[in-house]
């Protein structure tokens, strides 16, 4: 059984950088895709975008300039990292487990992260 | 871009009613379409995928059909448990999720 747990900042102010990291715990860490994915309080899901274990990524072209996805795995964990927050990043980010063809089967708990001044 | 034009946004039924939620791509993504399930401050489950498979150990009530552009979702003898927010998604390599239907007890 695969668990995700993530972590970081759940408040910035406008113009900083949002931060989060994902540890895999349990499964396989290699040959799958591992993704990102928000939601803005009361709206739906929005894709922001994976990484293979080989490193490769996707992005949302809405967000590509100014995401990063990140892997490490020696230590079974992928990072996001969203430059230029304003408010309209205010959301709760997921990280999951799947991308590319293949379906979002395990989730991470969710964190809320805020821009606010 | 793809994208994922998911109808309706609201849906009020009672237990025991079959109900559909439709889902149609702006371009062909064959059958790699899936379906989630969320409820309020959980994150989605996946339901089906390749249009129309469902996920080990969810309940045969759920339907998925389609391909190409256009996918529909039905749930038939509504549980109590079945009342949440549905999502199709493409997954084409990028991925695309649609607007959500909100599912309510009438």
Not at chain 2, 83 to 104: D, H, M, P, R, V
Request: with cysteine; net charge neutral; proline share 4%.
């Amino acid at each position: 059984q695969v668990q995700l747990q993530q972590w970081g900042a759940g408040l910035l102010k406008p113009s900083e950088t949002l931060s989060l990291t994902c540890g895999v715990y349990g499964g396989t860490f290699t040959d799958f895709y591992w993704s990102w994915i928000r939601q803005p309080p009361g709206k739906g899901l929005e894709w922001i975008g994976e990484i293979h274990h080989t490193g490769d990524t996707n992005k949302n072209p809405s967000l590509e300039s100014r995401v990063t996805i990140s892997i490490d795995t020696s230590k079974k964990q992928f990072s996001l990292r969203l430059r230029s927050a304003t408010a309209a990043d205010t959301a709760v980010y997921y990280c999951a487990s799947g991308g590319g063809h293949e379906t979002l089967d395990y989730w991470g708990q969710g964190i809320l992260v805020t821009v606010s001044s | 871009d793809i994208q994922m034009t998911q109808s309706p946004s609201t849906l009020s039924a009672s237990v025991g009613d079959t109900v559909t939620i439709t889902c149609r791509a702006s371009q062909s993504i064959s059958r790699w379409l899936a379906w989630y399930q969320q409820k309020p401050g959980k994150a989605p489950e996946v339901l089906i995928y390749k249009a129309s498979t469902l996920v080990s150990g969810v309940p045969s009530r759920f339907r998925g059909w389609g391909s190409g552009t256009e996918f529909t979702l039905t749930i038939s003898s509504l549980q109590p448990d079945d009342f949440a927010t549905y999502y199709c998604q493409e997954y084409t390599g990028y991925s695309t999720f649609g607007q959500g239907t909100k599912l309510e007890i009438k």
